[in-house]
């Protein structure tokens, strides 16, 4: 077809080339993985987005990086190949069901088990259900599986889809989860959650050299405060998205 052909014909039925790539395997930079089809994953795993919090992922030899809120697993895959000769573990939290499932088959398909380990629950302050809300960027014509545990406005373009379907989950504390670890370094992506998982972390923060938290709506000023209540320097990195950057 070539590729302006293709595009044309895109834009006329109203399909991305997301969509349109088959559900098969792929691999970009040593790392597999198969993209849903009507979802973001091929965004989500593929193209460059957070380039200014990379630096901040060092990983030394032996240690654990949780990713919690996980998705499909950009972030824990690319630790994973990046340091899978330090001996390095990867915890990786996402709570919704079907994002799950793809996250547990990208990991089965790089052989990264002896790696990644993979919880299927939501970082919250109590053990439990949860309710999910399914969320909305306007910009966007199709999302991956968009869902917090934040059932209010974040910013004038991530709102609460008007007839989503809310799901219940299992929640629990990051220091219950990670009780039989030694974290080290975190990621926390949770749509406007944020708070309600620090919450949830206060003994694991006591062990953290680097956390890196994504803050949404008007999280700011109280991530900030429990993150300096913890004794972390803070570096407040801005791109497509607002990140405060804990370290010790």
Do not use: W
Request: net charge negative.
């Amino acid at each position: 077809m070539g590729k302006k052909k293709r595009d044309e014909y895109l834009q006329k039925v109203g399909t991305s080339i997301t969509d349109f790539l088959p559900e098969r395997p792929y691999s970009i930079n040593g790392v597999k993985t198969i993209p849903r089809k009507g979802t973001q994953d091929f965004y989500m795993l593929y193209l460059a987005r957070e380039e200014e919090v990379k630096p901040h992922l060092t990983m030394y030899e032996g240690e654990t990086f949780v990713d919690v809120g996980a998705n499909v697993g950009s972030y824990s895959l690319n630790i994973a190949n990046d340091y899978k000769d330090s001996k390095i573990k990867v915890i990786a939290i996402e709570a919704h069901p079907e994002n799950y499932q793809a996250l547990r088959r990208n990991v089965e398909i790089n052989k990264f088990n002896h790696i990644i380990i993979t919880v299927n629950k939501a970082a919250s302050d109590n053990k439990g259900l949860a309710t999910m809300y399914e969320r909305i960027h306007i910009d966007d014509r199709v999302r991956s599986d968009f869902y917090s545990l934040c059932d209010t406005f974040l910013h004038e373009t991530n709102f609460v889809r008007p007839h989503g379907k809310p799901i219940q989950v299992e929640c629990d504390t990051l220091d219950n989860i990670l009780a039989p670890y030694t974290p080290d370094v975190m990621k926390i992506d949770i749509e406007g959650a944020e708070v309600v998982a620090l919450k949830g972390a206060a003994s694991t923060l006591k062990h953290l050299r680097k956390i890196i938290v994504e803050v949404h709506g008007n999280n700011f000023d109280v991530v900030k405060e429990i993150l300096e209540d913890n004794d972390f320097r803070l570096d407040t990195v801005k791109g497509n998205m607002v990140h405060i950057i804990g370290s010790r």
